[in-house]
């Protein structure tokens, strides 16, 4: 058996999402679950044995219209 350690990897992410997939909740969880396979896709391609512990989506109440980034 491979010798393993475990590690924990915190991050977060910012997505835009449209303004009609936010109102639909059936499809705003299709994106969230996409979103999860997505992101667990890879290091489960490579071998890893990798287990979304916990998953939060926080909603913003300070949605963007996309507005340019000024910079």
Do not use: C, H, W
Request: hydrophobic share 35%; no cysteine; glycine share 6%.
């Amino acid at each position: 058996m491979v010798e393993t350690k475990k590690i924990v990897l915190k991050m977060d992410i910012e997505i835009d999402i449209p303004k009609d997939i936010m109102s639909d909740k059936k499809r705003l969880r299709k994106v969230q679950e996409g979103i999860l396979k997505v992101i667990s896709k890879g290091p489960y391609e490579e071998g890893l044995l990798f287990n979304i512990v916990k998953a939060k989506f926080d909603i913003s109440p300070n949605s963007s219209e996309n507005k340019p980034e000024s910079g």
